[in-house]
């Protein structure tokens, strides 16, 4: 046995500690002073080590295909991104153009961007380009082209802006024509950039709609021959649609992420009990009749497997967490809970949904990055839903009070891959009085997102016996240091399953 130990580092509010590692797990941990011997030595040098960070929603290749593509954030007008789109159409000449992050609030043309728009600058070539909640997009004519029938699903526009189930088709086109070259690169990247931010874990939210099972299984073959973060994947499929098959051929981590029961505030699609402040014809809309969630959530829990929900209106949370409570009336309540469901985004939540999540054991997987971009007193949420409505979404806080498990995510690529961000905009809500306590926002980036796919030690994370996922940072400062003053410390080393990934500095 290879014993690795980690020498002279600060741990929490402590400096002079070490650790000592072997087959994957901590077997030592106390002062450097006293340090068993070892085979291997990493001096720390006094710097800050934690528990890897865990991204608890992610969608890999779409993120490296943003990463190293056509990157639309940021853009304050219609303009910048007709240009940009011409610029990277110039620079790519030829096959399907992908491009994500195009956010009309506020743009001074007051509109977003149509197929018109697409079509003056990439021509005839086959253009999607999704809205930054990824629930809606704009694509060129002869993207239209791949998908029969396009005209006839809910959701469809002639100005090129689709929703729904068009969206959902179009989508499916899109990423379909990606070569598995392509793919590979796209995971390979993404992979590499959460290793660089201290990301042991990712959890990948995959689906029908968003990738397919091929891109499942690639991304879970590459994670597993190469020495890096870790995948844990989930399937977002309805159980009578062929869903926990897939989860058990691929040995998955749960039924569920992205299993769309609504769609987004930005796209007008989450399902709300009220209608949009800012188009009072539209509640958004369910994607599911109430009888196929018991029916899934039944089936899981019978199996032991976790399901989970992507659910971010009102009334698509209430749905899903009626059917819970039919499957709880149904199996009992132990069975439910030892499933550990999970609600990913879950933006609204009154006291009554809090209370039975909490009562029913499920976790909620969470975006800080989504209020710090949408909320406040004049973010898309209140265009959207009203002062009221906006200033009770994300209630972290209540939800921790509450005991109800939390693990933050970022949901890249439509917020990026940014860690100690997300930990920091969880504290610093941008309504006052829901964010949560820095050391509780800390663990629900780390230790969360274990105990959400239901794999947490139950000494903690940097206790003798838990698995050795450790991140080493470029900082001498304590871990309370670190989150008064919302540093963002690079990563030094990260080992996962004790492997150090990469040389220490």
């Known amino acids: ?102 956010d009309e609030t506020g743009w001074p043309e007051g509109r977003g961007l149509t197929r018109e728009d697409v079509d003056a600058v990439v021509g005839d070539r086959p253009a999607y380009l999704a809205r ?106 309805l159980a009578e649609r062929g869903g926990l098959e897939v989860v058990h051929e691929l040995r998955l981590a749960g039924a569920g992420g992205d299993l769309f029961c609504d769609g987004a505030f930005g796209s007008h699609t989450a399902a709300l009990g009220e209608p949009y402040t800012d ?24 199996a032991g497997v976790q399901a989970g929900f992507h659910c971010i209106g009102d009334a698509a949370v209430r749905q899903v ?52 971009a949408w909320g406040g007193s004049d973010g898309m949420y209140v265009e959207r839903l009203g002062p009221e409505r906006a200033a009770a979404t994300n209630p972290f806080a209540d939800l921790s009070d509450a005991g109800v498990a939390l693990a933050l995510g970022s949901d890249a690529p439509v917020t990026a891959l940014d860690p100690w961000g997300g930990v920091h905009a969880a504290v610093d809500h941008r309504t006052p009085g829901s964010g949560l306590r820095p050391f509780d926002a800390f663990d629900a980036a780390t230790h969360g997102g274990w105990f959400a796919a239901r794999a947490e030690h139950p000494v903690g994370p940097l206790a003798v016996g838990a698995p050795a996922d450790l991140a080493l940072w470029a900082t001498e400062d304590s871990l309370s240091a670190v989150l008064a003053g919302r540093a963002r410390p690079s990563c030094r080393l990260l080992l996962v399953d004790g492997i150090p990934i990469g040389d220490p500095a």
Request: hydrophobic fraction near 45%; charge should be negative.
């Open 1 to 102: 046995m290879t014993v690795l130990l980690l020498s002279d580092v600060t741990i929490g509010d402590r400096s002079g500690r070490a650790v000592a590692i072997a087959d994957g797990r901590l077997t030592w941990v106390g002062n450097a002073t006293e340090a068993p011997p070892a085979d291997r030595l990493i001096a720390g040098e006094g710097a800050l080590l934690t528990p890897a960070f865990v991204d608890a929603h992610v969608h890999a290749t779409a993120t490296g295909l943003a990463l190293g593509g056509l990157d639309l954030h940021g853009s304050v007008r219609l303009s910048d991104v007709t240009a940009s789109i011409a610029v990277h159409s110039a620079a790519t000449r030829g096959g399907i153009l992908l491009g994500t992050g195009w």
């Open 132 to 237: 930054v909640d990824v629930h809606s997009a704009t694509v060129s004519t002869a993207l239209l082209d791949l998908v029969p029938g396009i005209t006839e699903l809910p959701g469809w526009s002639a100005d090129g802006q689709l929703r729904l189930d068009a969206h959902h088709a179009a989508r499916r086109a899109a990423y379909g024509a990606v070569s598995a070259e392509q793919r590979r690169r796209a995971q390979r990247a993404t992979l590499d950039a959460a290793a660089a931010l201290g990301i042991g874990s990712l959890h990948e939210m995959a689906g029908p709609e968003v990738s397919g099972v091929d891109d499942l299984a690639a991304l879970l073959d590459l994670a597993g021959e190469s020495r890096g973060t870790r995948v844990l994947g989930y399937w977002g499929e």
């Open 279 to 302: 188009r009072p014809e539209t509640s958004g809309a369910l994607r599911f009749q109430t009888a196929s969630l018991v029916d899934h959530l039944r089936r899981c829990t019978r």
């Open 321 to 372: 967490l009626d059917a819970v409570g039919a499957v709880v009336a149904e199996l009992g309540t132990a069975a439910v809970r030892a499933c550990r469901h999970r609600l990913e985004h879950l933006e609204m939540a009154d006291d009554g949904i809090v209370g039975r999540m909490a009562a029913w054991g499920m976790v909620a997987s969470v975006q800080p990055a989504f209020d710090a």
